[in-house]
């Protein structure tokens, strides 16, 4: 869209293809790469495609006017053709881009102004739409080559283990199965279909090293994470004088919310074909980090890059995980190509999926807060603990400040709220369980943990929570804008029907302003059951207003899951959950009602991706807080521990 309103194209006849990996097409604000992630594709190509546009269109108007020797302005572009101002000549894109790519190009195009837009800011269908609806869609899953196998990896059942030997006598007796093989992350067992690749796997014996995560338990790690918030943390934000403006406070409020592990359960799982020979290598896969995974079967293979393709299909599904640093799941099948000199299919199973690593860190939060005499705060202190994603990765030395990991603090060191003395601080809890951004990233815990304390804040000082966020966020025209739009929508001056619940929360992400408000009630047993959300986004300019709201409500449908039933929990060292049956996904039954509404702006594009998940879970549990008055600090919000809650109200 961004190309065709400036290139003046016939949007019937746009078509669209993955590209190859080329720096030509590297992320314009994550350097030597290509990338897709952090909701950056309009914010970083909303002038870079439409340049693009109106340089080829500035072309294609040179390239008329030298054919009918006239003046370029006296031609204009029009809905794939060229026309002619003073007469009736008009000559097509087509028969005029062999003469135009002769041309050089101009050395700055003026672009359009918003006014004069066709359509961007309209609301368009995805032209992908017929294909994964109609089944054509090409997914890694979907993928056949000619003399392929399948493959299922036997990967270690504790992180960080190693292999000391394997039998593999049984596993070679399934028919069908073709070899077994080692590689780096496990024992590779190929076969003629996923069927027998996977008797096969499960026929193998394998004697593990089980490492330093193998007592790793949820319930000491939570309290080896309560111990090290005893003690200050790496400064991530400070302004005032926290202690002082604490000694003053009439009133002082102390809490803690914990966050689990959180898988990223994609619909499609981890799927890689690939194909290596000795002049070259084919991957096929959805990847979001595409550089990264050609360089690493280059390492693997000794090829030259230029001799590595990657075919980018779609995906189905990726919230962060297929955007993977060190490229496990393209090496994985890199690897048994290699050493199986014949192409090959790796497939994940779901069970694969969940306990197979990669998750949103585990994280503790300590909030302490003082309220002067007006009932507002004065003081503000928040201790996070957390992983590091980017521990160890080649990204570390960008998203890591002073020792701190900005994706850990994000949210929080950043807030918006006005209180004179404000401090957050880090502590960088230990690694070994791999993590990896998911869906909004840390914004997903400081965007729940600030916007429960706050409405807690609220409770204390007796105020309703909207207008205390508004007396907060004075001075933050976008965030107040959000927040206005969603109580008005969702009529927050108005009653409540019997039985039910309102809570409001707001967040900024990713260059983008959301604000939601939940409608819930509670079952006798505790489930939550909620009714309706109201979404308000400010997220600048904008391409399509129906992706926006596709986008909204879909991550209001992500956050509601992780809300309501989400965990990765460890016993033993080991990952208690495998499927949907303990790792559930909301179902139809379970759908509320969603209202999306934009707000009209002429600011900077935001992204849309992740932003609409963050305020949906402290809505959530701040509505229960309104109806119930128990304080839900830990997620998932399971009817056990709303149970728990209300007992202690």
Not at 106 to 120: G, Q, R, S, T, W
Not at 428 to 433: D, E, I
Not at 560 to 575: H, M, N, P, Q, W
Not at 603 to 612: F, H, I, K, L, M
Request: net charge neutral.
């Amino acid at each position: 869209m961004l190309i065709a309103e400036e290139l003046e194209a016939d949007w019937s006849r746009i078509r669209v293809e993955p590209a190859p990996v080329d720096p030509a097409y590297n992320h314009a604000w994550f350097g030597n790469m290509m990338l897709t992630g952090g909701s950056t594709s309009v914010r970083s190509e909303w002038e870079r495609l439409r340049s693009v546009g109106a340089t080829a269109r500035m072309m294609l108007i040179a390239a008329a006017a030298k054919q009918w020797k006239v003046e370029p302005q006296n031609c204009k572009a029009d809905n794939g053709h060229i026309i002619h101002s003073h007469g009736r000549k008009s000559l097509s894109y087509g028969q005029l881009v062999a003469d135009a790519a002769q041309l050089t190009p101009p050395a700055e195009v003026k672009l359009k102004e918003p006014k004069d837009f066709k359509i961007l800011g309209k609301s368009r269908d995805r032209l992908d739409i017929p294909d994964k609806s109609n089944g054509t869609a090409l997914y890694a899953i979907d993928i056949k080559i000619p003399g392929m196998s399948v493959a299922l990896i036997a990967r270690p059942p504790v992180f960080g283990a190693r292999m000391k030997s394997y039998d593999d006598s049984a596993a070679r007796k399934i028919p069908g199965v073709k070899d077994v093989i080692a590689i780096e992350r496990g024992v590779g067992v190929i076969a003629d279909g996923f069927w027998n690749a996977k008797r096969g796997r499960d026929a193998l014996k394998i004697e593990w090293e089980e490492g330093a995560l193998a007592d790793l338990d949820s319930a000491k790690q939570g309290e080896e994470y309560a111990k090290m918030a005893e003690n200050p943390g790496l400064v991530a934000a400070q302004r005032g004088d926290i202690v002082a403006a604490m000694a003053k406070a009439g009133v002082k409020l102390d809490a803690v919310y914990e966050l689990p592990y959180l898988a990223h359960a994609p619909m499609e799982p981890l799927q890689c074909v690939a194909d290596v020979r000795t002049d070259g290598c084919d991957i096929w896969t959805g990847s979001q980090m595409q550089t990264t995974d050609r360089d690493k079967a280059a390492l693997i293979t000794g090829l030259p890059k230029e001799k590595v393709f990657l075919h980018n299909t779609l995906l189905g599904a990726g919230f962060g995980r297929r955007a993977t640093p060190d490229s496990h799941f393209v090496s994985e099948a890199v690897e048994l190509s290699f050493k199986l000199k014949a192409p090959v299919k790796v497939m994940w199973t779901r069970e694969d999926d969940i306990k197979g690593g990669y998750y949103r860190p585990r994280s503790y939060h300590r909030i302490i807060a003082g309220l002067g005499d007006d009932g507002m705060p004065i003081a503000w202190h928040h201790r996070i603990v957390s992983q590091s994603i980017v521990e160890g990765t080649f990204l570390e030395k960008n998203l890591t400040h002073n020792g701190i990991d900005e994706t850990s603090v994000e949210g929080a060191a950043d807030s918006p709220y006005e209180i004179e003395n404000f401090l957050v601080d880090y502590h960088k809890a230990p690694s070994g369980v791999p993590v990896l951004w998911w869906r909004s990233v840390g914004h997903s815990c400081t965007g729940y943990v600030k916007e429960c304390f706050i409405d807690e804040l609220a409770r204390a000082a007796g105020k309703d929570p909207y207008q205390y966020r508004r007396q907060l966020l004075a001075n933050h025209p976008r965030e107040l804008g959000v927040l206005d739009l969603v109580a008005e929508k969702a009529g927050w001056s108005g009653k409540v029907p019997k039985g039910r619940g309102r809570g409001i929360a707001v967040h900024s992400s990713f260059g983008s302003y959301a604000a939601q408000v939940a409608e819930v009630s509670v079952a006798d047993n505790g489930t939550i059951r909620v009714h309706k959300v109201v979404c308000a986004i400010d997220c600048g300019r904008t391409v399509n207003p129906d992706t926006i709201e596709a986008q909204m409500e879909s991550g209001i449908v992500f956050g509601l899951s992780a809300a309501l039933y989400d965990e990765i929990t460890f016993k033993k060292g080991r990952v208690s959950q495998s499927n949907f049956d303990n790792y559930d996904m909301l179902r139809m039954d379970a759908m509320p009602e969603i209202e999306v509404y934009i707000v009209p702006s002429s600011e900077a594009p935001g992204g849309v991706g992740e932003p609409g998940v963050p305020p949906l879970a402290p809505a959530v549990a701040n509505a229960v807080r309104a109806l119930t008055g128990a304080a839900l600090r830990i997620l998932p919000l399971t009817s056990q521990r709303v149970k728990k809650a209300l007992q202690m109200v």
